[in-house]
């Protein structure tokens, strides 16, 4: 008898929402940016428990105060500017740390206030007037790999608002700081195929579903299903009718890698027969983990949302296409034997080679999520 997907669904649900009771400072920066005529001045915000990530603070963050912060103000300047490299002409600027300033929230026992963030300044200056613009952001990049940067740039009258999520790079040109809708969806499409190409967990889950299939009818039923299904969740999560927990949306894709990788070591070609039902239940999941990464860039926007999303899928179809059309044919050839016994016991061992990796990185990645 079949693994049921609904106990595994539960205890991963509860071990998440567990797990995202927990919030992290470092997980998300703030930043002021203003472009003059020869200078650049950068004001990130980030949190004190962030912040004690990267420096060692000389107390406790509940005891911490001003005179304690400004003992160690020039590490601190020096691991936030080295979390940016910033170019203007093609040239790289060199930063200087100015003012650093501490920022106060209510304790919440509401009897004092606690130095909860610092304003860290930094001046980039121009031997020559700026006409464009490049920044390559890696805040806590040391730390962890889902930082997440919201930028406020002002150029004169102009301003756009980034919203980042990772190592990124930002480009802007002296007029041109808001996009035109078209090109906006252009770099959607292009994002969408590099998505795939760079977001190892459903690289994994595509090729554990391709590794049991041996007939054409059951490829395309299965990349039907997936295609359908993850297209309405990211549609609906990216326009904000459907809200999953991000934390909970990457432990269920661990899951999905999981429970595929295991079905196709215990069932081999059977396993593909009614996989498209299953594909079908995993890709709403995968689909809301597109929607995440889709949303900061919709926050960009202060018009339509519809089109840019289905630029965005249209990549991510062209990127799994591209996969499928290399894997299948490759798969196919190391198939090929003149006797069908022989075609079996070769596919068995395919399954079996493709499929245990592929379960040992999905266990890492849903324990590692679990844990946070």
Known sequence: ?????????????????????????????????VVEERTIVWNVDVGVSGLAKLVRLPAAETSLDQAALYTVKDEIGRALASGLALSANGRLLTPEIGTLEPRYEPHAAGARSDLARVVQTLVFRSQEPITAVHARVT????????????????????????????????????????PSTWSLVGELLRWGMFHIFQGTDHLAFLLALLLAVTRLRELVSIVTAFTVAHSVTLLLAALDILRVPVRLTEVLIAASIVYIAAENLAWGRSAARYRWLVTFGFGLVHGCGFATEIKDRLAELGGNVVLPVIAFNLGVEAGQLCIVALVYPLLAHLRRTPTEAARNVRHRRLVVAGSLPILLAGLYWLVDRLSG
């Open 1 to 33: 008898m079949r693994w049921g997907i609904a106990p595994l669904a539960a205890g991963v649900v509860l071990c998440a929402a567990a797990a995202d009771a927990q919030a992290h400072d470092e997980s998300l920066s703030t930043s002021e940016v």
């Open 139 to 178: 805040f806590f990049s040391q730390v962890t790999s889902r930082h997440r940067a919201l930028i406020h740039l002002r150029w004169g009258a102009d301003a756009r608002q980034f919203v980042r999520r990772g190592p990124t790079e930002i480009a802007v040109v002296a007029g041109e700081i808001a």
